[in-house]
């Protein structure tokens, strides 16, 4: 398989979803800059990111929400209709600056990847991931959804076996809800029980090509090894995926405030690993992950072990350069704990298999 791309933009640096937004810390930018200190990318292998345009975004979303979020770009405000109709401007989906043309370029990023993925290969977006966008309307800090334009890019191109695997800490709603009755797309997700949006029960699979993991508070690496082994992988063999759409969102990690999963960084480049060369087509996107430290190590871990590098390597004087000028503004990130700065990869969390992550495989599997 040819050397992967990796998709990003400057836009992640120059905005942000401002005052003290989950969102509003250096994500992308921060494992750019930590991919690059660390040596790992061959600028010719970087693909600047385009911006979707409102025909493509209409591939999915409806015209007038479109519309509604344009004008929210110009004006910084909307009439409280719009903002009811639309989900903007509350519930966690500010209104800023750059409202229109930073989620559209996380999506005109994953539209480049599906295009370069046509003859197959492998491309990241670590901005892409926004799994709770719905097609008329904002939710989760997702405005719009493009796994679901990526997926779709990918059907347009005649692939009719897509597999999306989700391992964000929140259930991807938006991308199992777009595909429930397609059955060219299979989801999966792996997601904190309980835990907002509180869908994706183990019993829902929508219209069948679905499966739902919802795992308990606590969940480690060898519980993450399990799954993937004794579930999802047969899943995805048996389903002769043409492509794999993974959403690596980072909140799962153990370091992250937003939910109670216990994962270390080296389990989503397991997962990373084991799916490279499972099909012919990989796409990796990114999601949610709310530590900025915790988030850059793990997403340039990510690019590390889809070019076979191994990311537990000692940081270059660089690399120590970036993570000792990130900041957060957040009562963890005052006195940030030494592994946050001092090595990519975490200290792995193996445990026990807990009796209901068996019994959860044990369901997956289940015709
Ligand atoms: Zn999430």
Sequence with gaps: ?????????????????????????????????LIRAMGWLDESRYV???????????????????????????????????????NIGRNGNPIFPEIFRRPATACGGTLKAAELLREGGIVYSPAGGTHHGRSDRASGFCYFNDPVL??????????????????DAHHGDGV?????????????????????????????????????????????????????????????????AQAVVLQAGADGLADDPMSGLMLSNGAFWQVVAALRGLAPRLLVLGGG?????????CWAGIWATLNGIDPAMPL????EAVLGGLQWRHRNGRE?????????????????IRDEIRAIARMTRQA
């Design 48 to 86: 600047d990111s385009p911006i979707a345009t409102p025909e493509q975004l209409a591939r999915f979303h409806a015209p007038d929400y479109i519309e509604a979020i344009q004008s929210a770009e110009t004006l910084q405000r909307v009439p409280e209709a719009v903002r009811e109709r639309y």
């Design 176 to 240: 199992q809800d777009a595909f429930a009755d397609d059955d060219r797309v299979f989801t999966v997700s792996i997601h904190e029980q309980g835990r907002w949006p509180r869908s994706g029960r183990l019993a829902d699979r929508a219209g069948g090509l679905a499966r739902n993991l919802p795992v308990p508070a606590g969940f480690n690496d060898a519980e993450m090894q399990f799954l993937l082994q004794d579930a999802v992988l047969p899943l995805l063999q048996g389903f002769a």
């Design 1 to 33: 398989m040819s050397k992967p791309y990796l998709i990003g933009s400057e836009i992640y640096r120059t905005s942000s979803y401002g005052g003290r937004h989950p969102m509003a810390i250096p994500r992308v930018s921060a494992a750019l800059d």
């Design 150 to 167: 990526g997926i779709l890019a990918l059907l347009d191109q005649g692939l009719n076996r897509v597999f999306y695997l989700d391992i």
């Design 316 to 319: 270059t004087p660089r690399a």
């Design 336 to 352: 940030p704990p030494p592994h946050w700065l001092a090595a990519i990869a975490d200290a792995p969390n193996e445990g026990p």
């Design 289 to 297: 992950g709310y530590n900025p430290w915790a988030v850059a190590r």
